[in-house]
């Protein structure tokens, strides 16, 4: 079944950008989603179709994905941020969904 | 606003079954999948599976094929997931979350607690 591989923590100082990778097999073929978890609190897509913000998604979230590793960005980073952050694709080989493990932002 | 409201916590032995309902609302239900995800505690998110409330059909993770069942009541918008042969590794919040065409995933239930525990 196909992986998806985050580092299990990022921390960056406030105003600063923070990258977040998630590595998978030719994973720049397939349509990447981001979604921010904040303790407590239900999963909130941030990034669609490997770029596209829903409504009300600040524009200091980005992303990118090509090769092996796509790449959630967020600039000028606000305590606000702190939050686990999943990658997700589906695997068309299994028609499946698959997440990332999952990464901690802490902002310092 | 569109939501997606699920039932309440449930406690239950080992063995039992467990079934949690998730109704939506605001939206024309059979326009979007139905997915079930879970997140045991202090761990990263798992997808379950999903429901087409429109034709009935559905697609289960591996892991939960044969002990899990999807299904749909159109005339009150409500999906439901019912999971059996419970084990203490299937304590975990449960969350169902719609997916459309043109975005996946995009409203999330709150989460129910299954505790399984003799």
């Known amino acids: 079944s196909y992986v998806l591989t985050q580092p299990p923590s990022v921390s960056v100082a406030p105003g600063v950008t923070a990258t977040i990778p998630c590595g998978g097999n030719n994973i720049g073929d397939k349509s990447v989603h981001w979604f921010q978890q904040r303790p407590g609190q239900a999963p909130v897509l941030v990034i669609y179709?490997?770029?596209d913000r829903p409504s009300g998604i600040p524009e200091r979230f980005s992303a990118s994905n090509s090769g092996n590793t796509a790449t959630l960005t967020i600039s000028r980073v606000e305590a606000g941020d702190e939050a686990d952050y999943y990658c997700?694709?589906?695997?068309?080989?299994?028609?499946?969904?698959?997440f990332g493990g999952g990464t901690k932002l802490t902002v310092l | 606003q569109v939501q997606l409201v699920q039932s309440g916590a449930e406690v239950k032995k080992p063995g039992a079954s467990v079934k949690v309902s998730c109704k939506a609302s605001?939206?024309?239900?059979?326009?979007?999948?139905l997915h079930w995800v879970r997140q045991a505690p202090g761990q990263g998110l798992e997808w379950m599976g999903w429901i087409n409330p429109e034709s009935g059909r559905t697609n289960y993770a591996q892991k939960f094929q044969g002990r899990v069942s999807m299904t749909g009541d159109t005339s009150i918008s409500t999906a439901y997931m019912e999971l059996r042969s419970l084990t203490s590794d299937d304590t975990a919040v449960y969350y169902c979350?719609?997916?459309?065409?043109?975005?996946?995933?995009?409203?999330w239930g709150r989460g129910t607690t299954v505790i399984v525990s003799s």
């Open positions: 179709y490997d770029t």
């Open positions: 605001q939206y024309t239900f059979i326009d979007y999948y």
């Open positions: 997700q694709v589906w695997d068309n080989t299994s028609d499946h969904w698959v």
């Open positions: 979350t719609r997916a459309g065409a043109d975005i996946p995933m995009d409203v």
